[in-house]
């Protein structure tokens, strides 16, 4: 946090659609000139990983797409498009829940969310599906290279998506790329201001990161990236991957 | 967001120590005038369930309290306080899981957390244990209630806890108490810009308004609480109770 104790949460609306071999900083950049914000050391650039996606060609067209028996079924059973379930599943190192029209995955890189999270929405009217990135702790880093080259400034990069979740209605923003700062941050050892040593603290403040700035973000207007200012975060690699907890340590399974 | 598509979260530093019966409001106020500042409409106040259990008297001595066999045998085992470990139980409806030492249960509210909320740390080197409050919709509303009769403001309230999660590393902030705001915000049936129907789109902003403040509110300082500033909520009567999914809704237990 500043010395004014403040963060703020400012809104990087892009103008014109994301296209595969886009460059997305470029695009970025050129908007953040558009409202005249100027990137700062210590800022931190959270974009939703749907135009990472798209600059990154991670799309499908859906008329491409040969679904399954197993997703044509699953499809025809829930009034769900074919080619979207089929694409989830190939997206999917596991299925981790199937049932009522609900499809729960555990992707390649080893999220747990519905549908290996392939969207269709916020596309082209469903022509299209986004996939999500192949490596976004890779589009994260490429992100802020690509900036720090552009404007010698040094900020970290979040890739979000919404995820669902256990218990709880509702999706919170989640944290799937990151470059440039820890995404975790460790109290544990360390004494509060009455001397007592706190347990078990490990904050997820990447995720946390990632909800803000989805009040930021709109899901109905073009606004896909935001930058967080004044949050003192922790300098260093960081990956999201650090962030997916070990299946044997997980007594929530 | 308001015009300048700007989010701010001003921390709320509190220097005295929060004790059973104090006003929390009236302690609040006096804080805000401390760093000149002013309460607007719509703003939303986010504050750590830990002050608002302190000023309502949900804290327990730990001397007073007789551990049963199940709690006294589950801390021998796993080092730790049976006292606490006792309280945790109380706490409890349910145990959710009891294993390697973490005690999972879903408290007598309906939240799944570890230790049914119980904390040790911040209080006072030890002697006591904090509860979550009784009721922490109501603990909201009061808080907004008293804050509109002494200044004519009309805020949100949200109280906070620190919970893990399924699947992810770390803790996040979570929304257990709201009053003033529609703590979902349901898109479905909505359409894109691209003319798509959002499907399944319902988001958890109360809990991402807590993650936001998690960012601003420290863990090692005494900052408790903290005012968001810019963010369009959806007025309405709103609790934390809606953001508990049913169980027979709820594909990923």
Known sequence: ??????????????????????SLSAELLAAMREINLQLEN??????????????????????????????????????????VSELAMRESKRIVRQERGVLITETRHGFVCANSGVDVSNVDGGAHAVLLPTDPDRSADRLRREIREQT????????????????????????????????????????????????????????ELACAAGLACGKLENIPACIIRG????????????????????LFR
Chains 1, 2 share one sequence.
Do not use: C
């Open 1 to 22: 946090m500043d010395k004014r104790g403040e963060i703020r949460i400012i809104s990087v609306p892009l103008s014109g659609e994301v296209r595969p071999g886009d």
């Open 42 to 83: 210590g800022d931190i650039l959270v974009i939703k990983h749907k135009v990472v996606s798209k600059s990154e060609g991670a799309i499908a067209l859906l008329d491409d797409i040969q679904p399954s028996a197993a997703a044509t079924n699953w499809a025809r059973e829930h009034g769900l498009d074919a080619r």
């Open 152 to 207: 010698a400034i040094d900020v970290a990069v979040i890739v979000s998506d919404s995820f669902g979740r256990p218990w709880r209605e509702g999706l919170t923003e989640t944290a799937i790329g990151v470059a440039g700062m820890q995404p975790l941050v460790d109290y544990r050892g360390q004494k509060d201001r009455h001397g007592y040593s706190l347990h078990a603290t490990v904050d997820a403040v990447a995720d």
């Open 231 to 250: 949050y003192q975060y922790r300098r260093g690699e960081g990956s999201a991957r650090e962030m997916i907890r070990p299946a044997e340590n997980d």
